[in-house]
């Protein structure tokens, strides 16, 4: 079992920045056996959203296509934590933000695949 807790979300003004964390946590002893992390968003009222992912083993990053070149993921295996770099950001990415993780042999957003997630972090962008 695998424990994920996000952190870094708040109010920040259009064009501004924020960085998320991730920490992923399990029981004592044992390996995560963690394959890929992702972030997904949920605005209300709509589906929840693919942002990034990246291997777990050698940070190899995936996102969606309109991510690209905003968003920034990164990963440090030695503290087991995940980030999102959010840089110009628009009041269309005001959601609530959350990490998964999967041990499936997958890197992408489909996120059925994910066996475990956070309780997320509020993301608002004001304009």
């Known amino acids: 079992q695998v424990q994920l807790v996000e952190s870094g979300g708040g109010l920040v003004q259009a064009g501004g920045s924020l960085s998320l964390s991730c920490t992923a946590s399990?029981?004592?002893?044992?390996?995560?056996?963690?394959?890929?992390m992702g972030w997904f968003r949920q605005a209300p009222g709509k589906e929840r959203e693919f942002v990034a992912a990246i291997r777990w083993s050698d940070g190899r990053p995936a996102y969606a296509d309109s991510m690209k070149g905003r968003f920034t993921i990164s990963r440090d295996n030695t503290k087991n934590t995940m980030d999102l770099q959010m840089n110009n950001l628009k009041p269309g990415d005001t959601a609530v933000y959350y990490c998964?993780?999967?041990?499936?042999?997958?890197?992408?957003?489909?996120?059925?695949?994910?066996?475990?997630w956070g309780q997320g972090t509020q993301v608002t962008v004001s304009s």
């Open positions: 998964a993780a999967t041990r499936t042999s997958y890197l992408g957003g489909s996120d059925y695949v994910y066996d475990y």
């Open positions: 399990g029981r004592s002893g044992r390996t995560f056996n963690i394959f890929a």
